[in-house]
């Protein structure tokens, strides 16, 4: 029988862990990655050069794939509606939508009654600091990863030096969880 052929948006390390037990699973694993330096261009059985949001690119790759995942959230989902209509996508842009945006993310996650910590948009200093006292987090909400564009603020000098630097309305807000380590799982079935 031949291999399933899967592309992956994305060539990061996520992808380079897929790429690593596709064999295994009989799936010969393409990405469209940003440049050949990407991890998992290494070990794909083939690649494609494009960014996440490049629709041409991704044409290209569907051309050479049963499916097409996604390695991350990152995608623009305007780029990609085109092809939806050929059902490639697993999952679906529409069950993709929730989870782009991590306040949307955060509310369908709480909707599902899966535990979330304490979230909002920003309203004010003086509101937030009642609401959450410190240490408080706030998250970029789009395209952060690995702690980018994740601040741990722990007083209100932190929160008015970030205020200098970045819109700080324009993130989510949450309450700080301490933790000892965040670990990454990819779970796959055949």
Known sequence: ??????????????????????????????????????????????????????????????????????????????????????????????TLKPLLDKYHQRSFLQQVNLPVPQFSLWSSQSQIIADYGFPLVLKARRHGYDGQGTFIIKDTEGLQHLAKTVPIAELLVEEFIPFERELGIIAARN
């Open 1 to 94: 029988m031949a291999d399933k052929r899967v592309g992956v948006i994305g060539g990061g390390q996520l992808a380079w862990m897929m790429a690593a037990e596709a064999p295994a699973l009989g799936i010969d694993l393409i990405v469209q990655a940003t440049s050949k330096t990407e991890p998992a261009v290494t070990r794909a059985k083939q690649f494609v050069i494009g960014d996440v949001d490049d629709a041409i690119a991704t044409n290209k790759m569907a051309q050479m794939c049963d499916v097409i995942t996604f390695e991350n959230e990152f995608v623009s989902l305007e780029s990609l509606q085109e092809l939806e209509l050929k059902e490639v996508f697993q999952p679906s842009l529409n």
